[in-house]
């Protein structure tokens, strides 16, 4: 996910090239259903993003929360929802396993870690979607290390084979057989990255890469999927219907780059096509490309499309609560809005979105595995060990719970436990526990897992009062015009109001303080997207500004 609410650029060079799109004459497709085929139905998919719990870390070294991933996926299932998407490598900075700038394996847990989620999902009825890598990979603020070895995989045939062969394949062949994996995902948003659209306020220009690169990054890893799976369907998350669609003329950058010809000519695997169309939309494409105000239809595609990156909110017209509806309605293949993370309004109106939708059309959106995930064999070594609550305030406990199956003895940091077992635990500050459990023929598996401590917050300062509240305040500009965005809502005193500008470079807000004050502090709220940089200037008369 990308927001563009955000000041700076990167908003700025999108905007740029909205103000003169048009749309060619509509390009006839095959029909499509609005459905996905899986699990033994057709299925609209009612979702939400996961996307991460712990950002390019859920999987491999570290502490995997399970106990989060259960608690959202019983969300989802309470809901009437069906599936999540979830990103794996994203930036590549916890897996797959790297020497130096070549890929070597999956990530020590990888698989495990992964195996685990899925089973979690599959007992909630929940479907995942795996997203591989994101943008993120080439982020210039994540260091040369990590943006130097993504841009070997993308830019290399070499690099990129060692990771197929060494990360990808091991990773699709060990979970293939898992009911609970939707379709596996290439990229969250490559376009990104690239010297066609690629936002160079957060990723060095020398570090973008061509679409035919992205192109045939997707074309070989989706064969590669293909043949190790042949039973599961392959997707990519498009930034938008931009590039992929081809009704667009006013721009020759604007096409469907992820078309079955395209594809196959950029990296020349025959089985490296998708099998659906994953695209997402946020509010800076006005109408012109939001599929709440097109059918699936005008696009000119030939495959189902689903949208799975969105911002519960109004838009031009389209309130939040229908907004689910409203994609069903339209021939989608499915609503997963935008995100899980931070428990904030966009989960709650997705939740609700999942309710009417179930509501109104339950043959829809049922899923119901058939057969749950069988138990290990009874002399296979498998141990779980997890803290519940992971984090903690000062003084607070937590729940160490183990258990094990093919275990001869176990250990907690080193001390002898029962082979499944609990303990309460109240560290006084952050804290790793290793658990390892060992079979009779020496065998043995280690688990880790962190309990953070939160220091006790200190006190908070004595309240003052605002010089703003309630003063003069005058925007440079108000996204869309609309008054609920303008430039007083920033200074009413009101923190469920903001003010948000336009999407474009040096907006600035100007408060009349009625009078000579010294200011000694100064606190800016952001709303979730946030600014790039910002100023802070006085003026004694309005017109000279320090």
Do not use: C
């Not at 800076?284 to 005008?298: A, L, N």
């Not at 899923?367 to 002399?379: Q, S």
């Not at 880790?448 to 309240?463: D, K, N, Q, S, Y």
């Amino acid at each position: 996910m990308r927001s563009l609410f955000q000041w700076g650029r990167r908003a700025w060079s999108i905007l740029a090239l909205l103000t003169i799109f048009i749309t060619a004459p509509f390009i006839g497709q095959a029909q499509t259903n609005g459905r996905i085929p899986y699990a033994g139905t057709d299925l609209h998919l009612s979702g939400a993003n996961v996307a991460w719990v712990r950002f390019a870390a859920d999987i491999g070294p570290g502490t995997t929360q399970l106990e989060t991933f259960d608690q959202m996926f019983a969300d989802v299932a309470a809901n009437g929802g069906n599936s999540m998407r979830l990103w794996l490598h994203t930036n590549g900075a916890n897996t797959p396993e790297w020497s130096g700038n070549r890929v070597v394996g999956p990530g020590v847990g990888a698989i495990d870690d992964l195996r685990a989620i899925l089973d979690l999902a599959q007992s909630h009825n929940v479907g995942l979607m795996l997203t591989l890598w994101s943008f993120d990979m080439v982020r210039a603020s994540f260091g040369t290390t990590i943006v130097d070895r993504s841009y070997g995989i993308l830019t290399d045939q070499t690099r990129r084979q060692e990771y197929i062969d060494n990360a990808l394949v091991p990773m699709v062949d060990a979970l293939k057989d898992h009911p609970a994996i939707l379709a596996w995902e290439i990229f969250n948003e490559p376009e990104g990255m690239s010297r066609e659209f690629g936002w160079t306020d957060i990723i060095n220009s020398s570090r973008l890469v061509p679409m035919s690169d992205i192109q045939a990054f997707v074309n070989q890893t989706t064969g590669a999927i293909k043949r190790t799976d042949p039973d599961v369907q392959v997707t990519n998350g498009a930034w938008a219907f931009y590039s992929n669609s081809d009704i667009f003329t006013s721009n020759a950058n604007y096409r469907n780059y992820y078309r079955d010809d395209r594809l196959i000519a950029a990296g020349g695997d025959p089985d490296g096509t998708l099998d659906f169309y994953t695209v997402h939309y946020y509010s800076w494409g006005g109408t012109t490309i939001s599929p709440f105000h097109h059918d699936v239809d005008y696009w000119g595609l030939d495959k189902e499309v689903a949208i799975t990156e969105f911002y519960l909110q109004d838009t031009y017209g389209v309130g939040p609560s229908v907004m689910y509806e409203t994609l069903y309605d339209r021939g989608y293949a499915g609503a997963m809005g935008w995100q899980w993370f931070g428990q904030g309004s966009n989960w709650t109106s997705s939740l609700a979105n999942m309710r009417s939708l179930a509501a109104a059309h339950p043959e829809a959106v049922a899923l119901d595995f058939v057969n749950p995930p069988p138990p290990p064999p009874a002399d296979e070594l498998t141990a779980v060990f997890s803290a519940n609550p992971a984090t903690i305030d000062e003084g607070a406990s937590s729940l160490l719970t183990w258990s094990t199956t093919g275990a001869a003895s176990a250990a907690l940091d080193g001390q002898a436990v029962s082979l499944s077992g609990s303990r309460q635990i109240s560290p006084a500050q952050t804290t790793s526990y290793t658990f390892t459990a060992t079979s009779s023929t020496g065998e043995s598996l280690t688990r880790t897992t962190t309990v953070t401590v939160l220091p006790a917050p200190p006190p908070p300062p004595p309240v003052e009062p605002s010089l703003t509240t309630g003063r003069p305040a005058t925007a440079s500009s108000v996204e869309g015009g609309l008054p609920q965005f303008a430039g007083s809502s920033a200074t009413d005193g009101d923190a469920a109001t903001r003010w948000s500008s336009e999407y474009a470079d040096a907006q600035t807000l100007s408060v009349d303080l009625g009078g000579f004050h010294t200011i000694e502090r100064f606190e800016l709220r952001w709303e979730a997207a946030y600014g790039l940089a910002y100023q802070l200037q006085v003026s004694l008369d309005g017109q000279q500004w320090t």
